[in-house]
Each structure stands twice: as structure tokens, then as C-alpha cells.
Nanobody, 115 residues
């Protein structure tokens, strides 16, 4: 059974940092994509960042230069380092694992940035 679990959210002041973790277990093979999404109250879900099995990364424009993805293949864990956080980054952050045409979603972790 594939499971995706996020952790690392919390409350931080503007300009602060958080590191989110996405641990994926039960994946049948290593060729998968991990994507981070977020949804703020009253807003649509949006893609934040993704990392592919070959190491390629994607970042939405508003987080470029502030957020960094890294991957620990031995632990099947992806980390989203978020620096220079802004109040507009406040949202529930979700992690997806896309593998074999299927998407597995985590339960989300709340990130709140105070001004």
C-alpha cells in the first residue's frame, strides 16, 4: 500500500523558514514524481514545486529563489526548504506522489506565516 505523509508545517513569522517533509512508502519502483501543492482558504489549489526521478525540479515563479527541493532516495523522502516566508505563503501544503499513472496524496500540513 502506497502512503504519502507530510510533516514539518507550523507557525512562523514573515522572513522565517520551515522545512516540509514528504515521506512516500510502499512505492513499487523509483520512477516517480513528487509534487508539492498548497491551498489557502478561499483559493484554488496551486502547484508549488515538483521533483522528478532524474533530479529535475520545477518551482512556481512566486517561490523561486526562496524554496528549494531536495530528495533522499534511500528514505523515499522529499524535503521542501522554505526560506523568506511571506504571509501569502500561508496555506495547507500537500504532497503528491505520481507513479505509474496514479496519484497518491497526503493529508496535508498547515503552514502559517504571520506578518
Amino acid at each position: 500500500e502506497v502512503q504519502v505523509v507530510e510533516s514539518g508545517g507550523g507557525l512562523v513569522q514573515a522572513g522565517g523558514s520551515l522545512r516540509l517533509s514528504c515521506a512516500a512508502s510502499g512505492l513499487p519502483y523509483d520512477d516517480y514524481v513528487i509534487g508539492w501543492f498548497r491551498q489557502a482558504p478561499g483559493k484554488e489549489r496551486e502547484g508549488v514545486s515538483s521533483i522528478f526521478s532524474d533530479g529535475r525540479t520545477y518551482y512556481r515563479d512566486s517561490v523561486k529563489g526562496r524554496f528549494t527541493l531536495s530528495r533522499d532516495n534511500a528514505k523515499n523522502t522529499v524535503y521542501l526548504q522554505m526560506n523568506g516566508l511571506k504571509p501569502e505563503d500561508t496555506a495547507v501544503y500537500y504532497c503528491n506522489a505520481d507513479i505509474g499513472g496514479l496519484t497518491y496524496r497526503g493529508q496535508g500540513t498547515q503552514v502559517t506565516v504571520s506578518s
